[in-house]
């Protein structure tokens, strides 16, 4: 099993900043992606961006250029890097961890609030 632990969330004004957190720990996987998903109120779940193991990054075309994911190996912790926000950036984003032995298998955060005040 892998668990997540994301910090990071919170309130902030349009043009503001955050930065998410998400930290794996117990039976990680070395070959493995890391990413954010967030989920809007009446909306579905939606990638924002995500990064593997090896470093290739993958963005939503709605946050390129304001976000940025990195991620810390040594750690098992993947960050993102939120700038200009604005206010339809308001959800709950959700940490994933897919991880590969035999097969792809994924695990989900618990999800942290970000909401954006115009």
């Known amino acids: 099993q892998v668990q997540l632990v994301e910090s990071g969330g919170g309130l902030v004004q349009a043009g503001g900043s955050l930065r998410l957190s998400c930290a794996a720990s117990?039976?990680?996987?070395?070959?493995?992606?890391m990413g954010w998903y967030r989920q809007a109120p009446g909306k579905q779940r939606e990638l924002v961006a995500q990064i593997s193991s090896g470093g290739i990054t993958t963005y939503a075309d709605s946050v390129l250029g304001r976000f940025t994911i990195s991620r810390d190996n040594a750690k098992n912790t993947v960050y993102l890097q939120m700038s200009s926000l604005k206010p339809e950036d308001t959800a709950v984003y959700y940490c994933?961890?897919?991880?590969?032995?035999?097969?792809?298998?994924?695990?989900w955060g618990q999800g942290t609030q970000v909401t954006v005040s115009s």
């Open positions: 117990g039976s990680t996987f070395s070959i493995n992606d």
């Open positions: 994933r961890y897919r991880g590969l032995r035999s097969t792809w298998v994924d695990y």
